[in-house]
Nanobody, 119 residues
Framework: QVQLVESGGGLVQAGGSLRLSCAAS????????MAWFRQAPGKEREWVSS????????YYRDSVKGRFTISRDNAKNTVHLQMNSLKPEDTAVYYC????????????WGQGTQVTVSS
């Protein structure tokens, strides 16, 4: 069973940076896609970014392109989300998720980490 544990959230002023980490265990992740989602109060959860574990190819939602960078550390089975130039609208609970390549649904989720950006 896949286990995902997020860390790195916190409170930061607008324009600041945070780095989220997701420690993954329970599988060999070479055939997985790892992703970050977020959910703001009163809003639906939305996809933020994902990365193919096999080749490291990243994908981003338009609103975070050029500000966020997703990466993976094969040796530590960890996925990172470097978030720069943060805006108040980035405030949300951020979740790490995993799915097998070729599957449509993410079926493994972390517990979430709060990111708060003050104006």
């Amino acid at each position: 069973q896949v286990q995902l544990v997020e860390s790195g959230g916190g409170l930061v002023q607008a324009g600041g940076s945070l780095r989220l980490s997701c420690a993954a265990s329970g599988r060999t992740f070479s055939t997985y896609v790892m992703a970050w989602f977020r959910q703001a109060p009163g809003k639906e959860r939305e996809w933020v970014s994902s990365i193919n574990w096999s080749d490291g190819r990243p994908y981003y939602r338009d609103s975070v392109k050029g500000r966020f960078t997703i990466s993976r550390d094969n040796a530590k089975n960890t996925v990172h989300l470097q978030m720069n130039s943060l805006k108040p609208e980035d405030t949300a609970v951020y979740y790490c998720a995993a799915k097998r390549t070729g599957f449509s649904e993410y079926d493994s989720w972390g517990q979430g980490t709060q990111v708060t950006v003050s104006s």
